[in-house]
């Protein structure tokens, strides 16, 4: 027996206590002090006289059989392909990249708009492609931008004929929009297959306006409040998105009274996200005011702290720990989080094929064309298909890796220049908080 390599063990943020979790064999413990400490002298070689301690650990996988591990292992991960190819594919399609707003933190601004307009046509290939292509798998389609709903007669045409071609086709609509026209489009949107619209407020209204606002000038946050009133009286799905660096994060308190007194936590049609804003190919948010994943997720635990009306609104995932509190059982392991190519594609107005929606709009990341005639680049199409753990071999040896998935292919390209290499995540240090949290309190 040897101890896994997919155990994840540390301690417990502001606790004596520790946790051990392995995700190929679907156990977690909390350990005190003194297991802990036997755990620790097994793994080293040590014979510890205490065989129902042995026997528990062995039984749940923290010990295990190297031979037994690696035939779990190939088990899991072909179940795990199994699964992903049923699973449902989100199309993006993006209908511009133009916006009617000049965020401080804005990636797409340096990108060149093309000439090319959307048209009937355009959108007629795009249904044809997706029709073909993606036959009898689940799917469903995301309106991308830039900002898709723009006010205009000309914009609210084709979102008409997008939610008429997509309705015909059975498939439920998403929308990621900035949310300033959302009245303006309530009539449209009523008439379609619904399936959530995601808005943006990053702050109450001081604090969105100076980061989110109108080119020329101007606040967006009182219109963006009654899109988001209107939508949630018409039963339409509102997932409420707050981008956070180091401007704004203490006004998280304010939002969260503020959606609440609003009544939109009481919803069942209302969720949330936190984004955290970072450098995505271009941000002009200085470097100082990002933070990375562990400072954000330590200064929200801190906040929540000191505003416990908070997971009202928001409640931090922590890595795998929201979902292990919540439904009493670790998740799957997680063999790949990046979803271009496997679960997620993007197409644009100009006709071309994209990776997914850190990719779209980059022209020497194009896969390929719709339109006007159907083309695909196999070779890097096949690069993307083949990244997971198993392609990463940095991924190999770590411990987290079942709960990291390698990260995201996107931001792995950008740092190393190959697809299949790691975007770590802080697992251990985001479980270290997620423990004390959520699993710590409960137990207690």
């Not at 644009?348 to 064309?369: N, P």
Request: hydrophobic share 30%; charged share 25%; proline share 3%.
């Amino acid at each position: 027996m040897k101890y896994s390599k997919y155990n994840i063990f540390s301690n417990i943020r502001d606790s004596e206590n520790f946790f051990i979790i392995n995700l190929l064999t679907g156990n977690a413990d909390i350990l005190n002090k003194a297991e802990a400490e036997k755990l620790q002298l097994i793994r080293s070689g040590a014979i510890v006289p205490d065989s129902d301690f042995m026997a528990e650990v062995t039984e749940k996988g923290y010990f295990i059989d190297e031979n037994e591990e690696t035939s779990l292992y190939r088990k899991k991960y072909l179940d795990f392909i199994d699964s992903r190819e049923k699973d449902e594919i989100q199309i993006f399609f993006v209908t511009n990249y133009s916006c009617n707003f000049a965020c401080t933190y804005c990636y797409q601004d340096q990108y060149t708009n093309s000439p090319h307009e959307l048209s009937d046509e355009i959108i007629d290939a795009f249904f044809s492609y997706v029709g073909k292509e993606f036959s009898g798998r689940k799917k469903y389609i995301t309106i991308f931008g830039g900002e898709p709903l723009l006010n205009s007669p000309k914009q609210k045409e084709h979102i008409k004929q997008i939610l008429k071609r997509a309705k015909e086709s059975n498939l439920e609509v998403s929308f990621v929009t900035n949310g300033y026209s959302l009245e303006d489009y309530s009539e449209i949107l009523a008439a379609g297959k619904i399936r959530e619209i995601q808005v943006t407020l990053d702050g109450t209204e001081d604090m969105h306006n100076s980061r989110r606002f109108l080119k020329g000038g101007g606040g967006t946050f009182d219109r963006i409040v009654r899109g988001v009133d209107a939508c949630l009286k018409n039963q339409i799905d509102i997932n409420l998105r707050m981008v956070i660096d180091k401007d704004n994060i203490d006004n998280l308190p304010g939002l969260a009274r503020f959606a609440i007194e609003k009544g939109w936590t009481k919803s069942r049609f209302f969720k949330t996200q936190i984004g955290r804003n970072y450098e995505l190919h271009h941000c002009q948010s200085s470097p100082d005011k990002l933070f990375d994943r562990v400072s954000l997720y330590e200064s929200l635990a801190e906040i929540i702290k000191l505003h416990p009306h908070i997971p009202e609104f928001y409640k931090p995932a922590y890595s795998v720990a929201k979902f292990l509190s919540e439904n009493g059982e670790l998740p799957d392991p997680l063999f790949d989080s990046c979803p271009a190519c496997k679960t997620e594609w993007a197409f644009d107005y100009t006709g071309q094929i994209y990776s997914c929606t850190a990719t779209v709009g980059k022209s020497d990341e194009s896969l390929g064309s719709f339109y006007p005639t159907v083309t695909r680049n196999t070779t890097a199409i096949e690069n993307w298909e083949s990244r997971d753990l198993t392609s990463i071999p940095e991924c190999r040896d770590c411990s987290v890796q079942l709960a990291c998935g390698g990260g995201c292919g996107s931001v792995a390209k950008n740092r190393t220049g190959n697809i299949c290499s790691t975007d770590c995540r802080p697992v251990k240090e985001l479980l270290e908080m997620g423990f004390s949290a959520y699993i710590e309190i409960n137990k207690a």
